[in-house]
């Protein structure tokens, strides 16, 4: 078990994602069967709620670094129990609103403030591997979750989903309390002169966001194109859906830490990406024939794309880590965070859409675009984060040996 402040984040991490994997199993059926809301209205209002915590993301990040990363990460998990707990009051799309818009930026605060917190707390070649320590810890809570909420499920009553609601609302507070107990952030001094957003004039560091944003419909493409495809375009039998996903998990968990080495500088960690783009191209390429093949080699095919993508996404993660962090001026962490998840969030914003496009509606050479823009998506970063290099007023922290 880690120690000191990795300790608390992580023992606050899984606790936080016990809630979280609560909320993501039964929030749908929630809203759409207890709270008002139709289908339509559910996707709408929570593409709302995604736009307001992408547009949120550094103004949030700026004041982590101001008024203090650590009080800033608690006000906003303390904000976001109150929300969700608000949450049992929805009955319809506009209390939903109401409540779900102050809760995406209460979300946007916590994760640039957790981003700023990360790079004070933790030394410079060890914030790349807490990431990737916290994102074991996340597939493990959400997973944990995931199975708690299959109880609802089970008893399917207004009062059990509820009860997941309001459990969900405690982890927060729970994880409010441990974080309390770090180290308090020191604020970071108002710059005399020039704009107060940096992040979003700092054009080497916008490009890589958005080749990061691109890289990232790589979720998409796991979690929503990947199961309709293997269920309505190849022969293989539905449980595979849930083989693939099981696998996802597990490989995450015990793999993430390992992929994450050496990616601690930027210069590494671009490597890293390009290496993620050509495992999601051969990840595409492998879904492709599966819809070609029949039986044991359509499974095989699958499986193996499956470990492949994997793959890509531990080495996309940490490359993400180590060059937010890398690239970020020492006194703005916490609003280069903030512009760092606005690529992945608008990337996930966007996946559903273009992926079932290109793979469903295009088949075989959909799956193959796809692949080709992760592979050049990948390509273009070292090139990109070199630049971005040259451009700094600062040097990134040397890595330990």
Known sequence: MPTGPLRLLVVAQ???????GLWMVTSALYLTRFAGLTIAQTGAALTVAALVCLLASV???????????????????VAQAVGTAALVLVDSVWTYLLVAVPLAIADAAQRGAKGAVIAVAVPADRRVHTRAYLRSVTNVGIAAGSALAGVALAVDTRPAFMALILADALTYLIAAALLSRLAPVPRTAKRPEGPRLIALRDRPFLAFVALDGLLSTHFGVFEVALPLWIAHRTDAPHWLIAVVFLTNTTVVVLLQVRAARGTDHPTGAARAARRAGLALFAACALYALSGHAHHTVTITLLVVGALTHVVGELWHSASGWGISFGLAPPDAQGQFQGAYAIGMQFGQMLAPLVVTTLALGWGGPGWLLLGATFALAGAAMPPVVAWALRNRTFHPEPVAA
């Open 14 to 20: 899984l606790v936080n994602t016990l809630g979280t």
């Open 59 to 77: 103004p949030m990040g700026y004041l982590a670094d101001r008024a203090g990363a650590r009080g800033v990460l608690v006000a906003g998990l």
